[in-house]
């Protein structure tokens, strides 16, 4: 959950588009489980090519007025606050790495795409309707006894083609594990719906696989996180190379003081409140 809203931002910006666009997006998430406080933030957000830009203007997710950019594909990406005249890097590939260095088994993944007849206007933006569907069962490793869940994801998105098509090959490079269940799962998540997203809303539910000893305990079994997004304004722009530019008196942060929230969670596997 705590990972959760970085990734959101990684797949919108994942995209491979025949013009520089901007956009302005909302994006709120909640869980079931009343430990896990409620995320929301608004950006503003700008792609051309590889290059990115994201600025955070409310919520409680970023500090609003500071900002994001990333120049290769999100393969690294720099998180700079203007107020304090730093910028602080997270290595996504490194981070992708370590996860897929994990013990973590999925089984059972399984995947349906299916397009709904029920499309809409969004932002002045004709988008078809699609849902995806895909459930896996995750068992991960700690040092005591093993934590197996079963996870069912429905992604309900509203995609374009009218800003070119997503191929998931940006997104790919930067969060490819090398643990080929775990990118087998990324790839059902992002690649078989092709467009810009203009709504979005995914709903993961977790069932915990209790052993013996544990049916006693007052625990909840399952925890269901929901995340909404929606574009409220888009265009193509000309972008402004020195956007994607950290300024030269800017420090680089010696302390990771990446603002709370920015943590990447590359998988949608992870219990609510972790």
Request: no cysteine; hydrophobic share 40%; glycine share 4%.
């Amino acid at each position: 959950m705590k990972k959760l809203m970085l990734l959101a931002v990684l797949v919108l910006l994942a995209l491979p588009l025949s013009a520089a666009v901007q956009y302005e997006f909302f994006q709120r998430s909640s869980s079931d489980d009343s430990a896990v406080p409620p995320a929301d933030l608004s950006a503003r957000a700008v792609v051309d090519g590889t290059r990115t830009r994201v600025d955070f203007l409310s919520g409680n997710v970023y500090p609003p007025g500071t900002y994001m950019i990333s120049t290769d594909g999100s393969r690294r990406l720099f998180f700079v606050d203007p107020a304090k005249k730093w910028y602080t890097e997270v290595n996504a590939a490194g981070v992708a790495s370590a996860i897929g260095s994990s013990n973590i088994k999925i089984e059972n993944l399984q995947t349906r795409v299916d397009r709904l007849p029920d499309s809409a206007t969004i932002a002045g933006v004709e988008a078809d309707h699609y849902q995806t569907t895909i459930t896996y069962d995750i068992t991960v490793q700690p040092k005591a006894m093993p934590l197996k869940q079963h996870v069912r994801t429905v992604i309900d998105q509203w995609v374009t083609l009218k800003f070119g098509v997503t191929t998931g090959a940006v997104l790919h490079n930067s969060s490819r594990t090398g643990n080929a269940d775990i990118d087998r799962l990324i790839e059902a998540e992002t690649d078989k719906v092709k467009g810009f997203a203009m709504r979005q809303t995914v709903t993961i539910t977790t069932m915990k696989e209790l052993a013996p000893k544990e049916s006693q305990l007052k625990l909840p079994r399952s925890r269901t996180l929901v995340r909404e997004m929606v574009v409220t304004r888009i265009s193509e722009t000309e972008a402004n190379p020195t956007s994607f530019t950290i300024p030269a008196t800017y420090r680089r942060a010696e302390v990771a003081e990446v603002p709370k929230g920015s943590n990447m969670q590359v998988l949608t596997m992870e219990p609510a409140g972790k």
